[in-house]
């Protein structure tokens, strides 16, 4: 049996490697980067991994919750209860319960009456397809009123999706509130959210090291310029202008990037492909002396200020882990040709840190004792309204070669779990069509 080539080594792609490996398939990883793990690739902070960008899991991520079962590392999964709340003109106000939402002051007591009903509705509803060919904004002033949708929603989907966020489809929302209702369970307790000790990079290094046991190879920072077709048949992948020759290829990447590496796709898929949208991701990770608040995730609905998140991760995993120091993430969704997307680390520092007063008024600059600066173009794709009907196939027009990417985990939000299951539900594809 040939080997499957496998183009880029998120979560995703060890996944469908590692469920390839397991049942006997011979499998090559390639990845562009010199370290694993994509979107949850880590560094070194304070002598410990930690994630380029903020990650944690639900109580119902059943398939990567699975998967590190099924890897041995259980006893590393480690479920805590940290704090979130909103930000809104200038106050920190909590945002974890229904019983939170009734007490927003922000809203009138019936407008918080009406928001914590939709939030209920929406956490025990269960058929998005009704709800994609509306937009979010249209559904929330219609059912929740528009003082919600300006106080809350409309400021946080203008944060993420920028100029789109009128054009977002209510599906989209649906999943996030729908997702974190039913992580609570009937019960409605607080949320518990799931972190690895030593980082999400252990079960990067497990997956890698089953693949590598099994006879697959892991290569890094090997960037894969082209898929090379033979009408409509995959016949390899071109790096450093070399062929090397492959029946089946599956690849993990965005659809910007696939586009680029097979420019003679059948039109009806390449359109499907192009017509979907990207927020590039920024995320500007901190190395302080002191806490900026008692909250683990602070949604800012505050567009004043000039970002849409702020995590402080060592409100979530003791901070002894990174030798005492304190880690904030502060995070934002641009459009890859925003201005602020192309700044150095050192200007938006400039930029970001003045506006920290804000949230903890005896902020001060001195704090930081370090600052790394991360980005990714295909941070968040953008679910417009019936985004189901330009959600690509698994399987490619070119026999042998396959597509899974964050397009396809809709209508979910992106998320590890989801990334997990696009690697097994590709594999299962690979294996089934040559039985």
Known sequence: MKPVAIIGGGIAGLTAAYELSKNGWPVEVFEKNQELGGQAGTFVLGGARLERFYHHIFTNDRHIIALIEELGLSSLLQWREPATAMFWQGKTFPFASP???LRFEPLGFLQRIRLGIVALFLMRYNNWRRLESVTAEQWVRRWAGSAVYETIWGPLLRGKFGSSAGQVSMTWLWGKIHLRGSSRGKSMQRERLGYLDGSFQVLVDE???????SGGAVRTGVPVERLVTDGDQIIGVQIAGQVEPFERVVATVPSFAFLRMVPNLDDAYAARLRNV?????VCLVLEMDHSLSPIYWLNIADRRLPFVGVIEHTNFIPMDIYHGSRVLYITNYLSASDSFYSMSKEELIQ???PYLHHINPAFNPGWVRQAWLFRDDAGQPIFTTNFSQQV???????KGL?????????????GMNYSVRLGEKVSRIVMADVQ
């Open 392 to 398: 690509p196939d698994y399987r490619t027009p070119i």
């Open 277 to 281: 949208n990207y927020q590039a991701a």
């Open 351 to 353: 930029h970001y840190l």
């Open 402 to 414: 396959y597509l899974a990417n964050t397009t396809q985990i809709y209508p979910e939000d992106r």
């Open 99 to 101: 019983l939170d939402l």
């Open 207 to 213: 997956l890698r090291a089953r693949i590598e046991q």
